[in-house]
């Protein structure tokens, strides 16, 4: 069941994306009702899994890359359509820089035979990316809310990108410890 969820997150990225780019009123509102969707799976697949004792090695690696995969969709289009803009095409970078960063990591750090647990930090990281994207997704042309949610968007799109930037540095720092031979991270 949660793999499903975590699945169908990823599934909802071809709506989402296709809402985003059609010319109607109503588009951009469907656009964030599906990601306020696939965003809220997020948040039960992995209570589910654990409930449910359906923790899998295959949730693990898919749970995180569907995140991955939802927020960088949504940024490029938000950049792509000028709601982020200037200086917040850097917080943009930071989040999926780090996001690649991390993949990389963790895949050089399984090979070995490690795992780099995800911290409390880090589930809050993805919890600001996915708020953010949707406070900014509800201030463009034809959201709900419009330019006065701008602001707030743009802000917390730097609280995540910080809370980003931040946990990448301490996934590098413990994949080097674990790469130079300082002993296995586990799953927490």
Do not use: C
């Not at 109503?26 to 997020?42: E, H, N």
């Not at 359509?81 to 930071?94: L, T």
């Amino acid at each position: 069941m949660a793999n499903i969820l975590t699945l169908s997150r990823m599934a909802l990225i071809i709506p989402f994306v296709a809402l985003f780019y059609i010319a109607a009123p109503w588009g951009l509102k469907a656009a964030l009702a599906i990601f306020v969707i696939a965003s809220i799976t997020d948040f039960l697949d992995g209570r589910i899994a654990r409930a449910r004792g359906e923790v899998s090695a295959l949730g693990a690696a898919l749970d995180p890359l569907a995140d991955k995969l939802l927020i960088t969709a949504a940024l490029i289009l938000l950049a792509r359509n000028g709601v982020i803009h200037g200086a917040g095409i850097i917080a943009v970078i930071i989040i999926i820089l780090r996001e690649l960063l991390v993949s990389g990591l963790r895949e050089a750090v399984t090979a070995k035979g490690g795992s780099l647990a995800v911290t409390g930090l880090a589930k809050m990281k993805t919890a600001a990316q996915l708020i953010a994207a949707a406070v900014l997704i509800a201030a463009a042309p034809g959201g709900f809310i419009g330019q006065p949610a701008a602001l707030a968007g743009a802000s917390l799109l730097w609280f995540a990108a910080i809370l980003t930037f931040w946990t990448g540095a301490d996934y590098a720092a413990r994949a080097a410890q674990f790469l130079r031979g300082g002993g296995p991270q586990s799953n927490g």
